[in-house]
């Protein structure tokens, strides 16, 4: 990256220099989950800007370089534009639209942001837009180059010279600290958000799980390398240690769970392969003692789901299993609504809509485990037509109104209810836990459904169906709706919905497309 270290910087016009945001605590307020009464609501504080697309960044080191700023924003959506202000430590990032601007800022107040090991804070600007020297090419480069591989397209050739100080599209990739195992999958999850992963070879060397991981591309390996590199994959562990390896090409000659060549799906398994049950329970057995109780099965796929796209999660993550919700749209949300939502990751034990503030929720989850896992799929998804913000509640518990007192509903308890996904060990819902998807998964279909009385009852949820395919036993299928939206809504309608014959449909998000 050492090319990238001298990129010049937009130059901001003189009669608007930058000179608010002087004070320490100007950060974005968080909504408060107080008691449901309301009365010790933070007001928010009159200097705090409105929601835009510019986003102001405050404390970056010395050192730090453009394209690190820019890897903040890019699992978010596009960056179209960047200002640094070297003597200050600070930046200013414009996102393509307001909606990425807003997702981020609902990531990184739960999350703080790390570059080169520094916390670095962000918060919303006064600017609506940047306006930078058009002149400034070095700068477009690296966004052109950016925002190609964003896009999926390749960068001119020009700037790829500009972004590529590393040749290789095959990064090598060390584990530290791994308290959780760490799968092929986990880590094609994580290394996808940046381009197309093409091969992963795992292994065990100097008794450390290492990964070489290809991509189409190696400007794809560099921004997953900067992004990534030095970033815990779950909470204070499994840090990512990366560089780029001498090889160029992988050469994978088995499918399984220690290789993996996404081009070549008829490649054969391999004779005596572990499957991926064993080769998890092997990671556990080494130091069985020290994890005695510390895990329960939804660990793994927290640890996916923290890097699912939103950058690997460092941060500490509290002991709570509640969680709060805002930005709800309160003319329909109800508490059944989110405990079925919520339920795709965890078993809801209950939730209250807060009284005085009804597009405030508490959900209470079985384990803190189950709330981070809800929490890093959830936050910035868009329900009933807004983003909602999910974060960790100071609340331990959810209380539940005194005996005899009406609350109009807004809490329910689900401690006993028949629906949660995760109460039998070892269930297959453990290992199918995605992220919200277009796509839903549909299971426990009667044998006289046709594809056509599904597409209507999807249809009926207020969606398009885009496409449909059953599978071989016809009792599950794959429904592709227009939207994550709309796939978010299907499945809060939808989800064990009764098909006659006491037989209940059983809706999930897939990894699939069709």
Do not use: W
């Amino acid at each position: 990256m050492d090319g990238l270290g001298d990129v010049a910087v937009g130059v901001k016009r003189g009669s608007d220099e930058l000179s608010m945001y002087n004070s320490p605590n100007s950060g974005v307020s968080s909504v408060s989950d107080g008691a449901s009464n309301g009365s010790d609501s933070k007001k928010l504080r009159v200097e705090e800007a409105p929601p835009s697309r510019v986003l102001h960044i405050r404390k970056l080191p010395n050192e730090a370089s453009e394209t690190e700023v820019i890897a903040l924003g890019l699992p978010f959506g596009k960056v179209t534009n960047i200002l640094t202000l070297k003597g200050k430590n600070q930046a200013f990032l414009e996102m393509g639209t307001e909606e990425a601007a807003i997702t981020m800022i609902n990531y990184y107040t739960t999350v703080t942001p790390h570059i080169r090991n520094v916390p670095v804070f962000v918060q919303y600007s006064n600017h609506k837009e940047l306006k930078t020297d058009a002149g400034n090419q070095r700068t477009q480069a690296v966004l052109q180059a950016v925002s190609a591989v964003q896009s999926g397209g390749s960068p001119s050739s020009d700037v790829q010279e500009a972004l590529a100080a590393a040749s290789s599209p095959v990064l090598r990739i060390i584990i530290d600290n791994m308290f959780y195992p760490v799968t092929l999958d986990v880590l094609q999850q994580i290394f996808s958000k940046f381009g197309t992963v093409m091969k992963i070879i795992t292994f065990t060397k100097n008794n450390q799980f290492q990964a070489l991981l290809q991509f189409s591309d190696p400007i794809n390996a560099q921004q997953a390398k900067l992004a990534l590199d030095g970033q815990n994959i779950y909470n204070s562990c499994c840090t990512l240690r990366i560089d780029f390896s001498k090889l160029v090409n992988l050469n994978v000659k088995y499918n399984n769970d220690k290789s993996r060549d996404y081009t070549r799906p008829e490649l054969p398994a391999g004779d005596g392969q572990p499957s991926l049950e064993s080769s998890v329970a092997a990671a556990f057995s080494k130091d069985s003692n020290s994890l005695l109780g510390a895990l329960n099965p939804l660990s793994a796929a927290a640890a996916a789901a923290a890097a699912a796209g939103r950058v690997a999660l460092a941060g500490q993550a509290g002991s709570s299993g509640v969680l709060l919700v805002s930005n709800l749209n309160e003319e329909m949300v109800a508490p059944q609504s989110l405990f079925t939502l919520f339920g795709v990751y965890g078993d809801v034990q209950r939730v209250k809509i807060l009284y005085n503030k009804k597009d405030s929720a508490l959900i209470q989850m079985s384990d803190a485990n189950q709330a981070q896992l809800a929490m890093s799929h959830l936050n910035g998804q868009k329900m009933y037509g807004k983003i909602i913000r999910v974060t960790l509640s100071k609340h331990q518990t959810v209380a539940l109104p005194r005996d005899g007192l009406d609350d109009q509903g807004l809490t329910k308890d689900y401690a006993n209810s028949p629906l949660h996904r995760f109460k039998k060990p070892g269930s297959k819902n453990f290992q199918n836990i995605f992220p919200p998807s277009a796509t839903l998964h549909l299971s426990n279909v009667p044998q006289d459904v046709t594809e056509e009385d599904l597409r209507l009852l999807f249809s009926n949820a207020g969606g398009t169906v885009k496409a449909f395919k059953f599978f071989q036993d016809r009792k599950m299928a794959l429904i592709q709706m227009s939207t994550v939206e709309e796939a978010i809504q299907a499945l809060i309608d939808l989800h064990n919905y009764n098909m006659g014959g006491n037989q209940h449909l059983r809706v999930s998000f897939s990894k699939s497309t069709i």
